[in-house]
T-cell receptor, first 111, second 113 residues
Framework: DAKTTQPTSMDCAEGRAANLPCNHSTISGNEYVYWYRQIHSQGPQYIIHGLKNNETNEMASLIITEDRKSSTLILPHATLRDTAVYYCIVRNQTGANNLFFGTGTRLTVIP | KAGVTQTPRYLIKTRGQQVTLSCSPISGHRSVSWYQQTPGQGLQFLFEYFSETQRNKGNFPGRFSGRQFSNSRSEMNVSTLELGDSALYLC????????????FGQGTRLTVV
């Protein structure tokens, strides 16, 4: 699975959009981009995933660049409950279900 | 439907003892994965089971083992506990055999003293 690079930490004002970047320059054609988050002392929570098109669900939007070397997770209206560590993971489509978590981005939503 | 259930939630053991942790996946899910989370190493993959077979294993010593039952419930066992085994142990279940979203339990917090 391709390696990812994320900023260590970010702050966001409550009610504003949180944009979390992820670099995955070695991604290959059959690898998906997955995002999970982990709120303190809880298990990680699936957010969204995509291959090359932008994706949106009730939690977030995922924007993947045309060359697929980077992506951005967007939380449109951040709330205090969105404070968590966000993990960007690149997975081979034919791979098993094991996930390789990096260090993630610690997002702090500020009142 | 019910989520992933891990028992117990908290556990304190003494060095040298062994421990068994349990995970009940979401109904209908056949893949169960185990992870260890420590402040120093982060979230690390231990092993994955699908239909009672271990398919993948992370880089952990043989003291860490697991199994999956015919009802997809899984257990992991750690023998000869060391202080460094203190961690949050997380279980995740997935519906399909490959590359699908994983649903995590709340974890078991193991403290070795």
């Amino acid at each position: 699975d391709a390696k990812t690079t994320q900023p260590t930490s970010m702050d966001c004002a409550e009610g504003r959009a949180a944009n979390l970047p992820c670099n995955h320059s070695t991604i290959s054609g059959n690898e998906y981009v997955y995002w999970y988050r982990q709120i303190h002392s809880q298990g990680p929570q699936y957010i969204i995933h995509g291959l090359k098109n932008n994706e949106t669900n009730e939690m977030a939007s995922l924007i993947i660049t045309e060359d697929r070397k980077s992506s951005t997770l967007i939380l449109p209206h951040a709330t205090l409950r969105d404070t968590a560590v966000y993990y960007c993971i690149v997975r081979n489509q034919t791979g098993a279900n094991n996930l390789f978590f990096g260090t993630g981005t610690r997002l702090t939503v500020i009142p | 439907k019910a989520g992933v259930t891990q028992t117990p939630r908290y556990l304190i053991k003494t060095r040298g003892q062994q421990v068994t942790l349990s995970c009940s996946p979401i109904s209908g899910h056949r893949s169960v994965s185990w992870y260890q989370q420590t402040p120093g190493q982060g979230l690390q993959f231990l092993f994955e089971y699908f239909s009672e077979t271990q398919r993948n294993k992370g880089n952990f010593p043989g003291r860490f083992s697991g199994r999956q039952f015919s009802n997809s419930r899984s257990e992991m066992n750690v023998s000869t506990l060391e202080l460094g085994d203190s961690a949050l142990y997380l279980c995740a279940s997935s519906a399909r055999a490959v590359n699908t979203e994983a649903f995590f339990g709340q974890g078991t917090r193991l403290t070795v003293v």
